[in-house]
């Protein structure tokens, strides 16, 4: 049987840990992720209100610096007791170019005198899907993953805000789940999950 070249397809994210989750997940398609990094494509300004508003913006930015089809993750953590904070901002929200670090060592901060019983807080995400920078059509997937914010961090899988996300059905943070178990619960990996369907007709066949 003669198969059909896999098709490019580029990932709008500078952000390694998603890159990882996001690699793993779609290796089940017939498509070559290339990282944004393979191009010389100028920053995008995050200015939308909305995680899929940027999601759709990162995705039309890098189709149109690559020329490739393109898919984007517009991610973060929203705290109750915090008013939703640091939602769509959370990769900036000890400043712009904060390090995870700094952003966790923030959170801890403004979660302390909050007591356990309000602590209630969900990942949001938001995946896009572009055939093209012009797709008047784009893939649209969103997932939430509900837990609690905890005062101390621990573990030390995952990437930014892991080691104080508590799940609740796990009995521990996810920075202490293993990558492949996160995958399967996670915001992200509920939104990869109904974009593999949706790629499904256009990509079929596992490698
Ligand atoms: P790109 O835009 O280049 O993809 P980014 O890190 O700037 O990278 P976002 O604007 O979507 O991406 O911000 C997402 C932030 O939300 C991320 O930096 C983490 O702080 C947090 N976040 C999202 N998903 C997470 C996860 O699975 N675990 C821990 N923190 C997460």
Redesign the pocket.
């Known amino acids: 049987m003669i198969m059909a070249p896999a098709q490019s397809v580029v990932l ?4 390694a ?3 990882r ?1 996001i690699g793993a997940v779609l290796s089940h398609l017939c498509i070559d992720i290339v990282p ?1 990094s393979h191009f010389d494509i100028p920053e ?1 300004e ?1 200015t939308g209100l909305t ?1 899929e508003e ?2 759709l913006a ?1 995705a039309r930015h890098a189709a149109m610096y690559s020329g490739l089809p393109a898919i ?6 929203e705290v109750d007791a915090l008013g939703g904070a ?1 939602g ?1 901002y ?4 000890a400043g712009k170019g904060a390090t ?1 670090q700094q ?2 060592d923030k959170l801890v901060r403004e979660i302390a005198p909050v007591p356990d019983t309000e602590r209630t807080a969900r ?1 949001r ?1 938001a995946m896009v899907y572009l055939a093209y920078a012009q797709d008047p059509s784009p893939i649209v997937c969103h997932g939430i ?1 509900e837990g609690r914010i905890v005062s101390e961090p621990k573990g030390v899988n ?5 080691p104080v ?1 508590f799940v609740p059905t796990h009995g521990c943070t ?2 202490e789940l293993p990558p492949e178990v ?1 995958n399967q619960l ?3 990996g509920q939104a990869l999950k109904k974009l593999l369907q949706a790629l499904d007709m256009r990509y079929r066949t596992e490698r």
């Open positions: 709008a994210s500078s952000n840990g998603k890159a989750e944004q995008t995050e995680f940027n999601a990162k984007a993750d517009d991610s973060g953590l640091p769509i959370s990769a900036r929200y995870d952003n966790l990942f995400c993953w995952g990437f930014g805000y892991d996300f996810s920075a996160k996670s915001h992200r």
